[in-house]
């Protein structure tokens, strides 16, 4: 419960903070997404409040790739978090070097709103389980915003930007493959636990499912078999 709790409250503050940058200034981002690209060149300076953002998130992803790997319980999707958080981390630090910041403030709007909402319903559930019982689950709200957001919204918005904008705004950008290599990557990912979300929502729906229960949980025959340890 605390780490939900704390993640609950990072996820909270980062996506407001974002947020607050696109609507609450005069970056025009989210309406313009072409617009992360008019007067683009290398080593450009980076504005303070957009660094400051980029220095949080670094940070905590940074944490979150050791944590995965030492701290948190394996599950059957840790392999693709780790990838994740070493995707993330890259694609933070990385468009930072190229003076990609603009794009990236975009990018940590679309996804942290999803995670703001995943971990308020594992602090629900957390909540209604110490009280005796279990909430009752209504998926369909997180699995509409994480597809709204992650994989309309973020191909519509920033892919298009990086792939078709990018080129008429600098034609010889640099790292043009590189970059949109890895957000392709990140989209990827997103469809993959989209796909988790449904599968959950489909059990809730028929009836498969009466108690809470992590999908991405190793089953009881598969945790009695021989598994690597982390260190191996």
């Known amino acids: 419960m605390p780490e939900s709790a704390w993640k609950f409250l990072f996820y909270l503050g980062c996506w ?89 403030i975009l990018v940590l709007f679309l996804h942290d709103i999803s995670d703001v909402q995943l971990e308020f319903t594992k602090l629900n559930i957390y909540f209604k389980a110490r009280g005796g019982s279990y909430a009752r689950i209504f998926p369909d709200p997180l699995s509409a915003r994480r597809f709204w957001f992650r994989l309309y919204w973020f191909p519509l918005k920033v892919l298009y930007a990086t792939f078709h904008s990018s080129l008429l705004a600098v034609p010889d950008i640099p790292f043009y493959f590189f970059f949109n290599a890895l957000l392709l990557l990140l989209t990827v990912m997103n469809l993959y636990w989209f796909l988790y979300i449904v599968a959950f929502a489909a059990k809730v729906l028929t009836g498969q499912m009466r108690e809470l229960k992590d999908l991405r949980e190793y089953d009881m025959a598969e945790a009695q078999s021989p598994k690597p340890s982390k260190a191996e």
């Open 16 to 104: 407001s903070y974002s947020a607050y940058l696109l609507f609450g200034t005069d970056y025009p981002f989210f309406h313009d997404p072409p617009s992360v690209f008019y007067d683009w060149m290398p080593g450009m300076a980076v504005p303070r409040d957009i660094a400051a953002a980029y220095l949080l998130q670094g940070s905590f992803y940074g944490h979150s790739i050791y944590a995965t790997l030492y701290m948190d319980a394996w599950r059957k999707d840790s392999v693709v978090m780790l990838i994740h958080h070493v995707v993330t981390l890259v694609l933070i630090v990385s468009s930072y070097a190229f003076r990609y910041h603009n794009v990236g």
